[in-house]
Nanobody, 123 residues
Framework: VQLQASGGGLVQPGGSLRLSCTGS????????VGWFRQAPGKEREFVAG????????FNVNAEKGRFTISRDNAKSTVYLQMDKLGSEDTAVYYC?????????????????WGQGTQVTVSS
């Protein structure tokens, strides 16, 4: 499975972005997907995860109500909708998949990683 993350960019505080993670391979729809981010000088952290069938999602507490994860298996794509962005959201965002159907907050439990997409929140 190869993952391609896209949709990052420069956005003003309070703005929105939608990240996409597109996977190759017939089994993408069988895998859970997670989004992680790494800010400069910080460790990579979990942001959100979604089950293979989209039936189970969860976000870190800080992002509840601002970030929404969803997927379209017909397009082999997982989305991360980010609203009300602040400077603290500036980071490289990575998507990852694991060869089971339910997501995890632990990055070591993911098997495949995309290359990352930069999100910069600044006025």
């Amino acid at each position: 499975v190869q993952l391609q993350a896209s949709g990052g960019g420069l956005v003003q505080p309070g703005g929105s972005l939608r990240l996409s993670c597109t996977g190759s391979g017939r089994t993408f729809s069988e895998f859970a997907v997670g989004w992680f981010r790494q800010a400069p000088g910080k460790e990579r952290e979990f942001v959100a995860g979604i089950a293979s069938n989209g039936g189970r999602t969860f976000n870190v507490n800080a992002e509840k109500g601002r970030f929404t994860i969803s997927r379209d298996n017909a397009k082999s794509t997982v989305y991360l909708q980010m609203d009300k962005l602040g400077s603290e959201d500036t980071a490289v965002y990575y998507c990852a998949s694991r060869t089971v159907g339910w997501p995890s907050q632990r990055q070591e439990e993911y098997d495949y990683w995309g290359q990352g997409t930069q999100v910069t929140v600044s006025s």
